[in-house]
């Protein structure tokens, strides 16, 4: 911001620190003072004047004024204000808590409810009078299947009409009237409005290997609850909340919190197991006579319905107060590319062009086959252990809270087991753990008689003993899954080409995850209408998920030797990225540039001014390439 102004008196220097007037030099020649930066290469000259007597003319005061103003207000607009500091609680900044604790507490409510909802759906269909767990293949095959589907299209045709906030009380609200109307309405009315003489007809002259078809009939209000809470941990869980979520917190909130929302699912896990194992033995406390089920089921469902309109108020509150308050930063999120929609042949074509993509698809599949034929075996012989529906019911809540505790610990171990042993291995344990408790499942289902003495010994029956074991399968399989298996089978994605990587995921989403899902329900109806019963088809079911678990362990020591080779090829591009782009700094050359700058004023003041435009230049580049995809847990 420095200049000179010839004029009949002198020289007029502009700058605010030397503004005042100097007479012309008889010889013209200026006195040059030097400083060397670095070396004697990069010299800067500077004017070196005496402090003149006298006062300037009267005629050249006004412009001696202005341009000092001038100069004075430049270099004011070039010192940029400090950032006020941001209010802080425990480290984080009041402004994020006011997204993350709200939302926290959501999730906290959703999956409490959920935990609920899940356990007693087991219990009204495979205790009600006249079904069994036979039931359950033939309901989520024909029943829960195409409701999902009509339930979706509903939902995307009201999200074209409805806000965000009123779609949002549009879903949440009818599943709260219902499971409130179900506790103390359908319910009690069960005897009245289920068709029982007809169902009792139509197993008659189809035979007693159609017993769950005919079931879905008998005892149609059960299943119709059956769906809702299924449909409460796919709709509510994963399209209402992560998506209010997403849209409302950055990219460095999700990272940050995100995880801490999968450690707070399994404390509701804990929480609502406990809850429901309190509602299930009030029956003890009752005379005889009273239905302690009903009583026990309109306590859970007040609990839904009170903790569904806590979840309704939050959503509410932060709509209206926190999203509406303009000091919070808003969500800047890049709009995603949109998968590609491939069709089943081409689907096939993917998966069958690729053995790595194959190795992953088997995975996929085989997790889902193995899991559905060794939990629905299990809650068959449940029943048979446990008839009474608050038996049952007690039982689950204590199956619920062990399953929270076993994640929440696998979850803080997987971490570790990844680090240390690796990809395999992290990725083996979950069929390991299939393969051992389902041998020792099988085993005392099949050769239970023999053992009777030996477990007598120990208090229990071979039944029993069944029951613990698939117990124990059930909660460290699914543990392990939510620990290793879903962190595994995303990070295999990673080595791909971009190709590749979407086609791939594309793929499995389309003929993966639909087959694992149905294709251990399919398989437990076939046997179930070729032998009768599970109970006679549990031989064949044991091989099959023998022959299944195997196959899923070959494809993940076979995807293991692919994967890690691409695993480190990545990561040295990945280091050879960072060396390419890591600024390299003098140190003694910035240092002697600060000891120099007070004599360089002009050019420091020019390079001041430059320094933070580039670095909002490069700013927003620097962000996108740390940007993740947000995680999206269900």
Not at 327 to 351: A, C, H, I, Q, Y
Not at 401 to 422: C, D, E, P, Q
Not at 428 to 433: A, H, L, N
Not at 436 to 450: A, C, I, M, N, R
């Amino acid at each position: 911001m420095a200049g000179v102004i010839q004029s009949q008196g002198g020289l007029l220097s502009l700058h605010p620190s030397r503004a005042h007037h100097h007479p012309l030099l008889r010889n013209r020649s200026l006195s040059l003072r030097s400083s060397s930066s670095s070396s004697s290469s990069r010299t800067q000259s500077l004017l070196s004047f005496r402090a003149p007597s006298r006062q300037p003319p009267p005629l050249l005061k006004p412009l001696f004024r202005c341009a000092a103003a001038a100069a004075a207000a430049a270099d004011a607009a070039d010192e940029e204000p400090k950032p006020k500091e941001k209010k802080k609680v425990l480290g984080v900044e009041v402004v994020t808590l006011k997204k993350i604790v709200p939302l926290g507490v959501m999730f906290f409510c959703i999956l409490f409810n959920y935990t609920i909802l899940r356990d007693t759906k087991d219990v009204l269909v495979v205790t009600a009078k006249g079904s069994s767990a036979e039931i359950i293949p033939f309901l989520k095959t024909w029943v829960n299947l195409p409701l999902a589907v009509g339930f979706m299209l509903l939902y995307s045709r009201l999200s074209d009409v409805l806000s965000k906030e009123a779609l949002f009380y549009a879903v949440i609200l009818p599943f709260l009237a219902f499971f409130g109307a179900f506790g103390f309405v359908l319910y009690p009315l069960s005897d009245a409005i289920h068709p029982s003489a007809l169902a009792d007809r139509l197993l008659a002259a189809l035979g007693p290997s159609f017993l769950g078809p005919v079931a879905i009939l008998r005892i149609w209000s059960f299943c119709l609850f059956y769906v809702m809470a299924e449909l409460w941990g796919s709709v509510v869980i994963s399209v209402l909340f992560w998506g209010f979520a997403n849209q409302i917190t950055t990219v460095e909130e999700a990272k940050e919190f995100y995880p801490l929302f999968g450690l707070g699912a399994n404390i509701a896990l804990i929480f609502s197991g406990r809850t429901v194992k309190y509602f299930s033995n009030m029956r003890k406390n009752l005379g005889p006579g009273v239905d302690g089920w009903a009583i026990s089921l309109k306590g859970m469902m007040s609990i839904v319905v009170l903790l569904g309109l806590v979840i309704t108020g939050i959503y509410w509150g932060v709509n209206k107060f926190v999203l509406n308050d303009p000091s919070l930063p808003r969500s800047d999120r890049k709009k995603k590319k949109e998968k590609p929609k491939l069709g089943m042949k081409e689907s096939l074509k993917v998966l069958v062009s690729s053995r790595y993509v194959r190795d992953l698809a088997t995975l996929v599949v085989a997790y889902g086959i193995s899991i559905n034929l060794v939990e629905v075996t299990w809650k068959s012989k449940l029943k048979a252990q446990f008839p009474s529906p608050n038996e049952y019911s007690s039982f689950m809540g204590d199956f619920s809270t062990a399953t929270g505790i076993a994640t929440f610990t696998m979850m803080l171990l997987g971490r570790v087991i990844l680090r240390k042993f690796g990809w395999g291995v992290a990725a083996m344990i979950t069929p390991t753990v299939l393969l051992l408790t389902g041998v020792g499942f099988f085993s005392l289902l099949l050769f239970g008689e023999p053992l009777a003495p030996v477990l007598g010994r120990l208090g229990i029956t071979p039944l029993l003993a069944a029951v613990y074991v698939g117990a124990l399968q059930n909660i460290f399989s699914k543990s392990a899954k939510y620990s290793l298996f879903d962190p595994c089978k995303e990070m295999a994605y990673i080595p791909l080409d971009e190709d590749m990587k979407v086609k791939g995921k594309a793929a499995i989403d389309v003929v993966c995850n639909p087959l694992g899902k149905s294709g251990g329900a399919l398989i437990q109806q076939f046997m179930i209408l070729t032998f009768g019963s599970l109970a006679n088809s549990t031989p064949y079911l044991g091989g099959i998920l023998l022959v299944i678990v195997l196959a899923w362990l070959g494809a993940a020591k076979s995807l293991d030797s692919q994967f890690s080779p691409l695993a480190k090829q990545e990561l040295e591009k990945e280091k050879k990225r960072r060396k390419t782009f890591e600024p390299v700094v003098d140190v003694k050359e910035a240092a002697k540039g600060k000891e120099n700058g007070p004599i360089v004023e002009p050019v420091s003041t020019e390079n001041s001014s430059n320094g933070p435009a580039l670095g909002r230049n490069l700013a927003p580049e620097s962000e996108s390439s740390t940007e993740t995809t947000t995680p999206n847990t269900q």
